[in-house]
């Protein structure tokens, strides 16, 4: 072992000490050397992308250390759910899940069978209930009840405990046992995704690689995931597939040397590429100065954004157990809006449309915020399948999942085909209350409000009984109106969408604002498509339909 960890417990934080720099493995990539968007990504265990959460986030594991201090509200919530900083209330999911580790469980540390013991005894009360999962199910189980996301689960991955100087069995004995005391636990609020490697970051064969084969075998075996963090020089790291491991995400150490090199990112993002590793670790520890850690927080936020690690398989977040203090000091503030705007999934919601039966409109986004219908009926007169509102009070609604609490930055789309015009108004999509929607008036024009009673309105109309591809993008300060691809409109209208109430397509307001006619492929993003990123949608359907 060349290079490593020393973690120290400073109440709820962990210090990170280098053991021995490591020089990089090579100079800065050119832009268009980037990860390709889709990773041809080995793995055996389960899928873990967000499909099914209701959280709109995408395979965020934080690593969190029992020994830097027990799971509670204080140290869970922040990283689990986003907070904001005025009142404190929580507005959406944060990460998707925990990987629970102990130091006392890594290979400096020279951990015994009783340390494993201690380890499951502390994760489970020694079979009495009364242990940090149990207190973590409580958790979260608030949390889905405040961000109203009652079928959600939160991914947990345990640490494989190994025991040195003992059978090579152990780990896997040790393993059963924590697989038995979850099953006889049965959280209904998380669900187990696998087991993690954290006794080496470094495998170079013998013993210890044996032993992590035969954890490989048994975690398969259960239809689990295998997961590893090692650096960026590890032993074995290019051999990553052959331990078994399902999901493995390097360490840059970047932040944790000085003095710091940029190329490490560089450095990751070639090894991501060149192995087909999931991902990377973004590595926020503790270094007890505000002023470095925002900087560090800010390289590591802007490499990932600049090679597109957003779009891996899986990031892995070191340490889990600093976002209580991000989230609470005023001075790191920002970098816990930072992390929380870098992972957010940009893509809220896209109904298409496109079932042509039944009663519920499928979002083909990976947040899944399917909605009902009521009243509206499915015809074929769209840009493919679409669906007909009589002007009648007919809509869809999605229920107020925490996913669609866009805040800083938001765009609508839909593409609409009026029959008629409204007598007053008529609801294209927005919540269900006053001031945030998106409408179609009397004199054929679109209109905004977002902010309560701010609103933009376009100045060209749209065309009855012709397609026309309606946009609303905003920043929060410039807002502007697209129609056809073109932009019609500007002001500052705002980007708030947060909102307990649901979300509706084709009424607005109660029964008050009915729209007649067709509406078809809606989106919802939490971010501001270009000018250049909206004609293009414009373009590449303007033709079919008409």
């Known amino acids: 072992m060349e290079w490593g960890r020393i973690y120290l417990s400073v109440l709820s934080a962990v210090v990170f000490l280098a053991l021995r720099a490591q020089p990089a493995l090579g100079g800065k990539m050119k832009s268009e050397e980037r990860v390709p968007q889709a990773i041809q990504h080995q793995k055996k265990g389960p899928d873990i992308a967000c499909g099914q959460l ?29 907070y904001i900083a005025a009142d404190n209330t929580v507005v959406d999911w944060l990460m998707d899940g925990i990987i629970i580790f102990d130091i006392h469980l890594y290979e400096t540390q020279h951990p015994q069978q009783s340390t494993c013991d201690a380890y499951i005894n502390n994760l489970f009360g020694a079979g009495n209930g009364n242990g940090q999962i149990a207190t973590l199910d409580s958790i979260i189980g608030d949390l889905k009840t405040q961000l109203n996301s009652p079928d959600y689960k939160w991914k947990v991955a345990l640490s494989a405990p190994y025991a040195e100087n003992m059978t090579n069995g152990n780990a896997v004995a040790n393993c059963k046992t924590l697989l038995a005391a979850w099953q006889a636990l ?56 052959s331990f078994g491991f399902d999901y493995t995400t390097v360490q840059p150490c970047y932040g944790h040397n000085l003095p710091r090199d940029t190329n490490r990112f560089a450095t990751a993002n070639a090894l991501i590429s060149a192995h087909a590793l999931a991902g990377a670790e973004m590595e926020f520890a503790d270094s007890g100065n505000d002023l470095d850690m925002m900087r560090d927080a800010s390289d ?30 005023g001075a790191l503030r920002g970098i816990y809006d930072r992390i929380y705007r870098a992972i957010s999934p940009r893509v809220r919601a896209q109904w298409r449309f496109n079932e042509k039966t039944g009663n519920i409109a499928h979002d083909s986004s990976s947040c899944k915020h399917d909605a009902t219908l009521y009243g509206a009926n499915w015809t074929a007169d769209g840009i493919g399948p679409a669906l007909y509102f009589d002007g009648n009070n007919a809509y869809l609604e999605c229920p107020a999942y925490a996913g669609l609490n866009v805040t800083e930055a938001i765009t609508m789309e839909a593409w609409i085909k009026p029959e008629t015009l ?26 905004v409000q977002m902010d309560g009673p701010q609103q933009v309105t376009a100045t060209s109309p749209v065309k009855t009984s012709q397609w026309n591809h309606v946009v609303y993008a905003s920043d929060g300060i410039n807002s502007v109106i697209y129609v056809n691809g073109v932009p019609v409109s500007s002001g500052n209208c705002g980007a708030d969408f947060t909102s307990t109430a649901p979300v509706r397509i084709g009424l607005a307001e109660g029964t008050n604002y009915p729209f007649k006619g067709i509406i078809d492929e809606v989106s919802l993003f939490a971010r501001v498509l270009t000018p250049a990123e909206i004609l293009a949608r414009y373009n590449a359907k303007a033709l079919r339909g008409q």
């Open 186 to 241: 049965n959280p209904v609020n998380l669900e187990l995704i696998g087991f993690y490697w954290g006794y080496t970051e470094g495998l170079s064969g013998g013993g210890r690689t044996n032993v992590c084969k035969d954890v490989a075998a048994l975690v398969h075996d259960n239809g689990l995931g295998y997961f590893w963090i090692p650096y960026y020089t590890a032993p074995g790291l290019a051999d990553w597939a």
């Open 422 to 447: 409204p007598s007053s108004y008529g609801g294209i999509i927005g919540r269900n209350v006053c001031g945030k929607r998106m409408l179609l008036s009397s004199s054929g024009n679109i209109m």
């Open 54 to 82: 209701l959280s709109p986030k995408r395979n965020n594991l934080a690593l969190y250390y029992l020994s830097s201090g027990p799971i509670n509200e204080q140290s869970v919530c922040p990283m689990a759910a986003y």
């Open 300 to 329: 590591y936020v802007d490499n990932a954004e600049h090679y597109r690690w957003n779009n891996s398989v899986l990031t892995t977040w070191y340490h889990g157990n600093g976002f209580a203090m991000f989230a609470r000091n």
